[in-house]
């Protein structure tokens, strides 16, 4: 069993995710790594709400995460910015300093001296101090209502980013969600444990999806993966579909509506828009929405980020010449599967090999 490490400040627990992820998330700017906390936000609401502990830990752990990766990208220093906000000063919403209100409840030492004795050195510390501090506000705040007050505290960082405002604001904010993410963790100590121990089973010091584990996560640099195919080879887009969702588990995979629908919607150009790969599977023919769709492919994305599965019946199936790209041709679904890993395995370990300069 592992167990987490008690004495990790949160700028340790920041380090060693940066450490595993850095190749990983260097192609993300630091709007995309905000989105990306919002949408862990937005996924931790199903669980709050259901009570269902195990994604609930896991969502937890993956916020913790991914405002662990904005901070470093924006270069911040959670810890810090924790201390300044909630113990340095007057905390938000309450009516003395942190300090004071130590003082208030026995501590007889000076200031200077509280300030040292009691200033949070660790994540479990930050964990216990502010559920001492809002104690009273917390206990009786209903968990669900913790969520939006963390959403809105996102949010707003959000904006501030994008109008591209100071730092400090955007700092105080995120301080705010660790509190929130604190807090909420705080709700449920009793049944999952400390945060730390939550992120540390989700986060061991290793990447989480590789096999066997490496402390230099070698995963995709993608993030998402757009597929579509002919009308005739339905079955096939949804069975690549299924092997890409358990083979590269790391991939958000977005299926195309068509044709299932009668034209290409203003959605499927924001999905084909924000996708990193692109994946069409045809037959014997080119329908014109899988020209439209591989035609947007092209403007959008690398080119070699697009992959063309055609399927022949025998060996002497036509060649499909009104396809602008090499074609990746299959008998069996089988075929397909293996074409596609082998193409994929080998964009990924490019795609690290340019972000490290190799």
Avoid at 11 to 23: C, G, P, S, V
Avoid at 153 to 162: H, M, P, S, V, W
Avoid at 304 to 324: H, T, W
Avoid at 332 to 339: G, P, R, S, Y
């Amino acid at each position: 069993m592992s167990f987490a490490p008690s004495e990790w400040t949160i700028d340790n627990y920041r380090i060693m995710l940066e450490r595993i992820y850095r190749y990983r998330n260097a192609r993300l700017t630091a709007d995309q790594v905000l989105y990306r906390l919002m949408e862990e936000v937005a996924d931790l609401v199903k669980p709050v709400l259901v009570y269902n502990v195990t994604e609930l830990k896991k969502q937890l752990a993956d916020v913790f995460a991914w405002t662990c990766a904005l901070a470093t990208k924006i270069g911040i220093n959670v810890d810090e910015a924790l201390f300044r906000k909630y113990f340095k000063g007057r905390a938000p919403g309450k009516p003395v300093r942190t300090l004071q209100f130590y003082a208030e409840a026995g501590e007889g030492e000076a200031a200077g001296e509280l300030e040292r004795s009691k200033r949070p050195r660790n994540l479990d510390e930050w964990q216990n101090t502010l559920a001492q501090i809002y104690r009273n506000e917390n206990e009786n705040l209903p968990s669900d209502v913790m969520l939006m007050r963390l959403l809105d505290d996102t949010g707003i960082a959000a904006k501030f980013l994008r109008n591209k405002v100071s730092l400090e604001p955007i700092e105080d904010r995120i301080a705010a969600a660790m509190a929130w993410t604190v807090a909420i963790a705080n709700k449920y100590r009793e049944t999952i444990g400390t945060l730390g121990q939550v992120v540390w089973e989700r986060y061991p010091g290793q990447c989480r999806f590789e096999t066997p584990p490496s402390s230099v996560c070698e995963c995709s640099t993608f993030k998402s993966i757009y597929v579509s195919s002919a009308s005739d080879v339905k079955l096939q887009r949804e069975k690549l579909a299924n092997f890409i969702k358990t083979e590269f588990a790391d991939l958000t995979v977005i299926e195309s509506a068509w044709p299932d629908t009668a034209m290409m919607s203003q959605s499927a150009f924001l999905d084909i828009a924000r996708s990193d790969v692109g994946v069409i599977i045809v037959d014997q023919k080119f329908d014109p929405n899988v020209f439209a769709e591989l035609t947007e492919f092209l403007k959008s994305m690398d080119t070699r980020n697009v992959f063309v599965g055609a399927r022949r019946r025998d060996e002497n199936g036509k060649e499909l010449s009104s396809i602008p790209k090499e074609v990746n041709w299959f008998f069996t679904d089988e075929d397909l599967l293996l074409a596609f890993r082998n193409w994929a395995k080998g964009r990924m370990t490019s795609s690290r090999q340019s972000l490290r300069g190799g």
